[in-house]
């Protein structure tokens, strides 16, 4: 017990002021994220279109993402990221209202695009802020100290999102998602620094210079596409999930909004301590390649017990441990192998990877589900996530298994 009080101890001890400063933001930002949680149930439930018309209007989120990520790190590579967050939170938390009163699967299709693309400027922008406030020795931490504040929010919100949406309705979860982004760029605007260096921080001359390009940085592309199909598999938790426990395990939304929030909640407990033990060995791609194999075993689980409650908080549990083990790994070696005058442009391709991976994962989990079932939707991402651990495995002889930082 003295050992893991003092492993907390070290987790949150001499972190940066602005770093606690983001990850309080995202906290509250992530306490009101319950759109894409249940925006598939809203249009299957409320609005009556099939689950696969219903995975090919969430996958325009997806593109949306792309697009906006890319947007984001270019835009970072030349501005303030302080500026580009602020103006993200606020205009996508003013065009997630629309959702209040479109209907249609085209309108409804366009809304979602055009969120997903000013809410997914910030991913680069906060990426590049992270790694302004960090040093080599506390970025990992610092990279888990901003997502256990991303899913202490979202451990709270797909919680109330299942109440709010099963008694208040599901229109009232666009309302509150919308505020809390406000809220998040208010926290931002007051507390966060806007240092002048920045806006002259990377000159249009050192840009010009194509050798320092990530589309030139062959082994960070692989690593990409293995992110993005990593991505994939790990999004069925939002994008097929919900269905599955709707439909086969006939779970309420409270209840499907409290096994995603049990999600949140685990990472909240365990990764900080967690990624403290674990970092100081720097066996990046070792860390990741766990995470991997966890999904299969995810997947397994709700193969052989379908219906019955332990086997479905079984696999949170199990899926939890593949977020905790992979993303904090992947997302650290994504910010610490470019140039300085290149970290919009990288983390720009690293946030590029989820937005095709939340194209692809409405798209191919809903739909192998719709036309074949949830049991080969389940053999399908079994054997993808088992290929992808075979790739990072590769990458990982390749590039050394030990941390670049």
């Known amino acids: 017990m003295t050992f893991i009080l003092s492993l907390y101890k070290e987790a949150f001890s001499n972190l940066q002021r602005n770093i606690w400063i983001l990850a309080i933001s995202m906290f509250i930002n992530r306490s009101g994220s319950m759109v894409l949680l249940f925006t598939s149930l809203y249009l299957t439930n409320e609005l009556n279109f099939s689950i696969v018309n219903a995975g090919l209007v969430l996958s325009f989120y997806g593109i949306g993402s792309v697009l906006g990520s890319y947007l984001g790190g270019w835009l970072t590579d030349r501005r303030s990221h302080f500026d580009i967050m602020v103006f993200s939170l606020i205009l996508s938390g003013f065009i997630l209202l629309f959702l209040l009163v479109v209907t249609t699967p085209i309108a409804i299709s366009v809304v979602i695009f055009f969120y997903a693309l000013s809410a997914d400027m910030f991913r680069p922008a906060n990426s590049a802020a992270i790694a302004d406030y960090t040093t080599a020795t506390d970025r990992t931490r610092s990279v888990s100290l901003v997502r256990l504040a991303v899913n202490l929010g979202f451990s709270v919100g797909p919680a109330v999102g299942g109440f709010v949406a099963l008694y208040l309705g599901y229109k009232w979860l666009f309302v509150i998602d919308a505020f809390t982004s406000f809220a998040a760029a208010i926290m931002l605007y007051m507390y966060l620094p806007r240092k002048k260096s920045e806006q002259n921080r990377h000159k249009n001359e050192v840009l010009a210079d194509s050798s320092t390009s990530a589309y030139r940085d062959y082994r960070y592309l692989i690593f990409i596409l293995l992110v993005a199909l990593y991505g994939v598999c790990f999004f069925q938790l939002f994008a097929s999930m919900p269905q599955f426990f709707n439909t086969v395990c006939h779970y309420s939304e409270d209840t499907i909004g409290l096994l995603l929030a049990l ?48 086997f479905a908080i079984l696999y949170t549990l199990m899926i939890t441990m593949s977020e905790i083990y992979a993303m904090p790994f992947m997302f650290n070696y994504a910010i610490s192998r470019p140039p300085k005058e290149r970290q919009g442009q990288y983390s720009a391709l690293y946030s590029i990877s989820y937005g095709l991976a939340n194209i692809a994962a409405p798209l191919v989990g809903l739909g192998i589900a719709g036309k074949y079932g949830f049991n080969t939707m389940f053999y399908f991402f079994i054997a993808l996530s088992i290929l992808v651990a075979i790739g990072f495995s590769l990458l990982g002889k390749n590039q050394g298994v030990k941390s670049i930082d």
């Open 263 to 310: 999600n949140g909640l685990l990472v909240v407990i365990i990764e900080m301590p967690l990624i403290t033990a674990l970092e100081k060995k720097k066996l990046i791609f070792r860390y990741i390649i766990i995470g991997v194999i966890c999904l299969p075993i995810s997947f397994l689980i709700l193969q052989f017990g379908q219906g019955i409650m332990l």
